[in-house]
């Protein structure tokens, strides 16, 4: 048959859809030889009235005669009646229906005992049949629905007996029915079949199959055992198979003993089951806790697990059986494989090799701790079944039968353990060589790292579960990934050789094995490596004998040196030399698990030395007590102060001082040996301490006060001084020894802070009023606006601060007479002390005017370059060139204003000293200084005017622009053609040519743009701006007009030659008669040189 038949092409477009097949998997489907097979039997074949179609698990279909065991969808084809399908009679006698996979058994028992079985059964359906023939496909159809409902029974875990259907009919029977007793023999066959593959079942078939059953598979195999079994004897005992049995009974035959055989059998089936379900209820009970709990939580409930089971051997019946128990131990190491394989993440157990290696090491070591717990625990108990009752119980099965698969995952474990381990070795990412060569050997380093790297990426990404020991692609591709290692170990060691070769201390090469350390545990470097771990013995021992050598040297320099070092710095030297030492041992047992065949070499050579060192420091700690009860009683003995020249000492400082540092420096040394008053110092060294800083303040306190008086200043504070110094030289009286001394001088200290505070709270003040005196020499008492002095704003800030802070110099000193404790404020001494403050104050203002009047002085110099001061206009009158303001008088009287300004500054601090007449302005009225800088101030404003003068003179060249009669000059230029001088007469007449013309207003261009080339501003003197923007307008202004005065004339007559040429016609005439014989055209271009127009011409030009 082809695919291409048409009742195949008729089925398709309903298969398709009905399937979900797309046209590439309907080819692939009637491309396979027993699909069309199966149509083809089906389409011409009576017999064959069933085909069904399905859909596979992978999406692609199947075809067969038969119900499929497996289809998640499947299409029945049902033929109406016993014949040949062709595809004219397709529409009609084929039938169709879609059943899902679940309820197949149903459909088809429903099928068979609704729709086929009353067909077959009625009488008007058997013509065309042959005789028996419908009676024979009825009883066929029975037995496919009663396979149907055992076959859909067995699917739901129980089994079904089934019954022979004349059983029930209600016609009347023959006591000896042939054929009720055939069909109840055939049931009678089947039942033992089916009763008897039922107890045959076995909770270790899948075991043998290469399945992986865990306990709860067994627990309910066994409870649906119990169930069943409970099902099939109530099947047997029921009515129905009542009537089966009396009716094999009386026939005697062989059926009824197997009847009873079968009955038998289930029964003891059941008791079994029974006592297998209550046995193993304890265990279940375990397994359901443990299945709960999390993983690293199995190790401690493997004991109660195995307890369980030791119990369930001894109490059941059925389970004290070694196949039965070894099964039960294998479920239980399945158990502990799954959840072992879901902790690990069997899938990704690989992929933590890049991301987080350390963790998953552990989890594996948790796995295999735990599994090597529960084989532990079965090991303890099987001894104990051993010894418990002489042995009866004892397990006598081989252990291997039980960890075969657990001893098998163990070892792929171990497996993965050490590619873990080798992962944690190769720690290379962080590593970096030190040394000459340094960035060399760590380049090598990173090439080596990366190529592992490389290699470990390739084993993390594997897509197998490297957990399972079945898959054989994870010993492969580890037996890969350790011969690429062994590679890289023969790199790293070529690598290790040059670093250590060239270290030369043995801590650089300590630092070399430690940065390598997780390395060097493995045995193909370590071995490589013993002639560079032997030099580096020998580098530890020659770093032993030097230190031991200068032990020895400062032995022998104490001895023969007269100059010997204190006994702490002697001290620290050896605890340094044994601080040296011990770092050398420490750095080689880092590393002596590599060499340890030299440890105890090195252990004596140490030793060695300490025993040196603390031979030293013995002798060194008597010699020092000793000198500590010298010190001790040399210093404590002497007074605590004493007077020289009227300024207070401690004359055993630096010896106290050194005997403290000492005995600080001995505190530190617990065992150090001290005579009885020294021990009693050292107690009370903090309190003689804090004694000693006490006094030195109060001594150097109590000297300050008295170096640092004023002369005006002493006798206000004679007598409080005087009264300190009493107290203070009772000191004298008394040691460091002396009952009391810290509090004696505790009181001291305050009677001394209160006098001390006033003394320097007035002297701050003093310095308060020096500061703020000084301070005035800075402040502007002239003011800038925009580039010019101008009176007024900063000024008046500057007056209000000095006004401020002369009411402030005068609260401040009333503040000192009440520090002092003055109490007549006309007492000679304290107005001495008002002179003084007086005179500071006086002197304050003084500098203040005198940086004033140096800052007009100085910036009125040529040369000083500070920029303008003030400012005054040139301006162009009709009776000349003159300044405003003027230099002579108005410019006088402003300077003489700021510098009364400056003067009146000195009238605003109120007056100190009483006894002084007027304020610091009268004071200072006929201050030297100021008057010579006043007479300087003023001299450069005499200069400044003669220089400004000098400037208007040179401006008066151009005077004859404003001074000259205009109709007067241009009468005599058109008479003489030129500007008669003074005092010239009887001169000839000479009209002026176009030349003289164009010579005058030539000239007066040229003074206009001499004017223009005149700057805007002059700076007279370095100080004084002078503005010439108001006199170059009016000069501009003048010679705008001299030039307009010659132009206008030379227009009037262009014009009046221009009217006579219109009204003439007569071109050549009227040229050379015109503009006084002046040429036309010329005349006009003059004029066009000085931007004159001549409207005439342009309306003749458009003419």
Not at 51 to 68: E, H, I, M, S, Y
Not at 345 to 369: C, F, K
Not at 717 to 728: A, F, P, T, V
């Amino acid at each position: 048959m082809e695919a291409s038949d048409k009742r195949v092409e008729t089925l398709r477009p309903l298969l398709m859809q009905t399937l979900r097949l797309d046209d590439e998997r309907w080819r692939e489907f009637v491309s396979v030889k027993k699909h069309l097979v199966y149509f083809n039997s089906f389409f011409n074949t009576k017999d064959a009235l069933n085909l069904f179609v399905w859909l596979k698990a992978d999406g692609g279909g199947g075809a067969g005669l038969d119900f499929p065991s497996a289809g998640h969808k499947v299409v029945c084809l049902a033929k109406t009646h016993r014949d040949v399908m062709r595809a004219e009679n397709m529409a009609a006698a084929l039938l169709m229906e879609e059943v899902h996979a679940d309820d197949v058994l149903t459909f088809i028992s429903a099928l068979t005992q609704e729709v086929i079985c009353p067909l077959l059964s009625n009488p008007a359906n058997e013509a065309g049949w042959a005789p028996g023939a419908a009676e024979e496909t009825l009883d066929l159809m029975e037995r496919l629905k009663n396979r149907a409902l055992v076959v859909k029974a067995q699917k739901e875990g129980w089994t079904f007996l089934p019954l022979p259907k004349r059983l029930h009919d209600d016609q009347e029977r023959t006591p000896c029915d042939v054929k009720l007793l055939h069909a109840c023999e055939g049931l009678i066959i089947e039942w033992a079949g089916l009763v008897s593959d039922f107890l045959r079942q076995n909770p270790a078939r899948p075991l043998p199959e290469g399945l992986e059953p865990r306990p709860s598979e067994e627990f309910d195999f066994w409870s649906n055992r119990l169930r069943n079994l409970e099902l099939i004897l109530q099947q047997m005992t029921s009515a129905g198979a009542q009537r089966v049995a009396s009716l094999l009974g009386s026939a005697e035959g062989a059926y009824r003993s197997a009847l009873k055989d079968m009955h038998a059998d289930a029964q003891k089936g059941l008791a079994e089951a029974r006592d297998a379900d209550d046995n193993l209820r304890p265990l279940r009970c375990e397994v359901e806790r443990l299945e709960l709990l999390e993983y690293p939580q199995l190790r401690d409930n493997t004991a109660a697990v195995m307890q369980t089971v030791h119990g369930l051997w001894i109490g059941s019946r059925f389970h004290c059986k070694p196949c039965w128990i070894v099964v039960l131990l294998q479920e239980i190491c399945n158990l502990f494989i799954h959840r072992s394989r879901e902790f690990l993440n069997g899938q990704e157990v690989m992929r933590g090799l890049v991301s987080d290696p350390a963790q998953v090491l552990d989890d594996v070591r948790v796995v295999t701790l735990t599994l090597q717990t529960l084989k532990d625990k079965y090991i303890h108990h099987r001894t104990l079944l051993e010894q418990q009752d002489g042995g009866l119980h004892r397990w006598e099965f081989p252990s291997h039968l039980v960890f075969s698969r657990l001893d098998d995952f163990l070892i792929r474990l171990q497996s993965i353990q050490e590619v873990y381990r080798v992962r944690l070795q190769f720690q290379l990412e962080q590593v970096v060589v030190a040394g000459g060569r340094g960035r060399m050997w760590t380049a090598v380093v990173e090439g080596v790292c990366r190529d592992f790297l490389r290699e470990l990426q390739f084993l993390s990404d594997c897509e197998y579960d490297a957990s399972e020991p079945a898959d054989q692609s994870f010993p492969e591709q580890a037996s890969s990934f350790q011969e690429h290692v062994s590679h890289l170990e023969a790199r790293l060691v070529s690598i290790l050789r040059g670093t250590l070769d060239e270290c030369y201390l043995p801590s650089a090469a300590v630092k070399v094995v430690n940065v390598f350390g997780p390395l060097l545990q493995r045995p193909a470097i370590r071995d490589r490596l013993r002639s560079q771990l032997s030099r580096l013995v020998e580098l530890v021992l020659k770093e032993l004998d030097q230190v031991r050598a200068l032990v020895k040297s400062k032995s022998k320099k104490d001895v023969s040196s007269k100059f010997r070092s204190s006994p702490a710095v002697t001290l620290r030297w050896a605890q340094q030399l044994m601080l040296r030492a011990h770092n050398v041992l420490h750095n080689f047992q880092t590393v002596q698990h590599l060499c340890a065949e030299s440890c105890e070499t090195v252990r004596q050579k140490f030793q060695t030395i300490a025993d040196l060192l603390l031979d030293i420091r013995s002798s060194v700690r008597q010699e020092w007590s000793r000198r500590l009860d010298r010190d001790a009683a040399a210093a404590l003995q002497l007074p605590l102060v004493q007077e020289q020249q009227s300024v207070l000492g401690i004359p055993c400082g630096q010896k106290l001082e050194a005997l403290l540092s000492d005995l600080k420096q001995a505190s530190w040394e617990k065992d150090l040996e001290l005579r009885p008053q020294v021990a009693d110092i050292l107690q009370r060294r903090r309190d003689i301490g804090k004694s000693y800083l006490s006094l030195t303040d109060i001594v150097a306190s109590y000297n300050q006060v008295v170096g640092g008086a004023l002369p005006v200043e002493l006798p206000l504070i004679q007598d409080g001084l005087e009264e300190q110094r009493r107290s203070l030289l009772e000191l004298r009286n008394s040691t460091w020894t002396s009952k009391g001394v810290h509090e004696l001088i505790e009181k001291k200290r305050r009677s001394l802070d209160v006098f001390f505070s006033s003394v320097n709270e007035a002297r701050a003040n003093m310095a308060a009023m020096r500061d703020i005196t000084q301070g005035w020499a800075g402040l502007p008492l002239l003011h800038r606006s925009g580039h010019f002095l101008e009176r007024g704003g900063a000024t008046e800030e500057s007056y209000t601060r000095v006004r401020e802070d002369g009411d402030r110099v005068i609260r401040l000193t009333a503040e000192n007479s009440v520090l002092y404790g003055v109490q007549d404020q006309t007492s000679p001494v304290w107005l001495v002390y008002l002179d003084h403050v007086d005179q500071m104050v006086q002197d304050g203002v003084l500098q203040m005017l005198l940086h004033s009047l140096n800052f007009l002085s100085q910036n009125m110099t040529p040369t000083s370059f500070g920029g303008a001061l003030l400012q005054v206009l040139l301006q162009l009158q009709l009776t000349g060139s003159v300044f405003d303001p003027s230099l002579t008088s108005d410019l006088t009287e402003v300077l003489k204003s700021f510098i009364a300004d400056i003067h009146a500054a000195a009238a605003l601090p109120p007056r100190v000293s009483a006894a002084r007449p007027g304020n610091y302005q009268e004071a200072l009225r006929d201050d030297a200084e100021l008057a010579a800088l006043e007479k300087e101030v003023m001299l450069r404003l005499q200069e400044a005017n003669e220089e400004a003068e000098r400037l208007r003179a040179d401006l008066d060249r151009f005077s004859p622009l404003w001074q000259s009669h205009k109709r007067t000059v241009m009468d005599d230029f058109l008479k003489y053609g030129r500007q008669l001088e003074e005092g010239e007469e009887d001169v000839d007449e000479a009209p002026p040519t176009l030349a003289d013309f164009q010579r005058e207003i030539h000239a007066l261009q040229k003074q206009l743009r001499e004017v223009n080339e005149l700057e805007d501003y002059d700076l007279v003197h370095g100080w004084l701006q002078v503005d010439l923007q108001p006199f170059k307008d009016a000069l501009r202004l003048f010679i705008n007009n001299w030039i307009s005065l010659y132009t206008q004339h030379l227009l009037k007559l262009v014009r009046q030659s221009m009217s006579r040429r219109s009204v003439d016609d007569e071109d050549e005439e009227a040229e050379k008669s015109s503009a006084r014989h002046f040429p036309l055209t010329e005349t006009i271009m003059l004029l066009e040189t000085v931007n004159v127009e001549v409207p005439e011409l342009t309306t003749l030009l458009q003419s």
